[in-house]
């Protein structure tokens, strides 16, 4: 070999090589920045927006698509990211059904996906999908907790016939059956609907003592309205979909009163000086205000956010057995995030198992009420 060339190859060998290690992590994320849903994608998407530009010592790519608040679209864009762009992990949906397709998508591409909302999926459908939205039933059981406290014996719901609406009234019925609360009535209406009156008048004349609403962001507001403009007077609970200034925004003075359960990264400030999320949740409240206004904070934006704590502790794990863009690299990140580790987000401590990946506990959540425009913790009595 000429003598002159080896110089050369050897650089040339060392920057492959260097190229090989440094791979991009390239994340996609699907979420509904347009349609109905676009009160919860848009500030999923500002919470990723505060994503460090590195992982594990590697630089982030991300890949951002609207799904439009469609599961059609939604699907489509799963299959785009997975075939196309090669995406290490998804993120999203934000909007539950579209979540539900992208589920499908991600298990048959063998792809981590990291869901922005509750999704529940059949057994056996959803082993690449990892939740940072807390479950359905740990929610609703404050719900059920909190109405006990407060003397319901009866109930009424109002919730999308969708995924979202049918997940929350399962959850919910069953724990308020256990609870030894009675259902009087059970009525629901789309994500696109402007009015609820005629389920509204329903439910008023049932004279349940409380109602709960399964909605979500500016969605949410419409049928509280409109049950206290039909001249109910009882307690009005809304589920943590609702966890958003969008309904004391659009419901003004009829929301006042109301019961939200809620994600901790709403109102950090009451959680207690030793609760493991109190920094992490109090940090990220002041980043985001400090980008996009004070009192803009919410649910959806802390499970933007959190979906990279949640690399931040399973990437390096990863790099130990695979390059990203590879089989290896995807199915290391899913075994990562499966060993039990404990993952401080802003919502709580995940511990996902193989079994669970919803991870959260009862420490995950908190109930709040609207007071003067405002959020403040709800009284137990």
């Not at 440094?22 to 347009?34: E, K, N």
């Not at 259902?183 to 439910?203: C, G, M, Y």
């Not at 704590?309 to 990562?336: C, S």
């Amino acid at each position: 070999m000429n003598t002159r060339l080896r110089p050369v190859l050897a650089a040339l060998a060392a920057s492959l090589l260097t190229g090989a290690a440094h791979a991009d992590i390239t994340v996609g994320v699907s979420l509904p920045l347009t349609g109905p849903a676009s009160g919860l994608g848009i500030p999923t998407r500002n919470g990723i927006n505060l994503w460090p530009e590195t992982i594990g010592g590697e630089k982030l790519r991300l890949v951002v698509l609207d799904d439009a608040s469609d599961t059609t679209q939604s699907a489509r864009n799963g299959r785009r990211l997975i075939t196309e762009d090669k995406v290490d992990v998804i993120v999203g949906s934000t909007a539950t059904p579209a979540s539900v397709a992208l589920a499908d998508i991600a298990a048959e591409g063998q792809t981590v996906q990291i869901s922005t909302s509750p999704v529940e999926l059949p057994e056996g459908k959803g082993g690449w999908t990892f939740r940072v939205a807390q479950s359905t039933p740990l929610m609703a059981g404050a719900v059920v907790d909190h109405m006990k406290k407060q003397g319901v014996k009866t109930y009424a719901y109002l919730g999308y016939s969708d995924a979202y609406g049918e997940t929350w009234l399962k959850a919910f019925t069953d724990l308020a059956g256990k609870a030894g609360l009675k259902p009087v009535a059970t009525e629901r209406f789309a994500r696109a609907d402007t009015s609820v009156t005629a389920q509204a008048l329903k439910i008023v004349s049932a004279r349940p003592d409380a109602i709960l609403i399964g909605a979500s962001g500016s969605g949410s507001a419409m049928p509280h309205k409109a049950l206290v403009e039909r001249g109910y007077k009882g307690k009005i609970y809304q589920t943590h979909g609702a966890a958003s200034r969008d309904l004391i925004r659009i419901g003004g003075k009829d929301v006042e009163g109301a019961f939200v359960v809620a994600g901790l990264a709403v109102m950090p400030e009451a959680l207690p000086e030793n609760h493991p999320s109190k920094k992490v949740a109090t940090d990220f409240v002041q980043r985001y205000e400090k980008q996009f206004g004070a009192g803009t904070r919410n649910q959806f934006a802390a499970h933007g956010y959190d979906a990279h704590l949640l690399l931040q502790a399973a990437v390096p794990e990863a790099l130990k057995k695979g390059k990203p863009g590879t089989p290896e690299f995807r199915a290391a990140l899913k075994e990562a995030l499966e060993a039990g580790k404990p993952i401080t987000i802003t919502q709580g401590v995940v511990r996902y198992s193989p079994k669970d990946h919803f991870g959260l506990e009862e420490n995950a959540r908190v109930m709040l009420s609207v007071d003067k425009g405002d959020w403040k913790l709800a009284e137990d009595k």
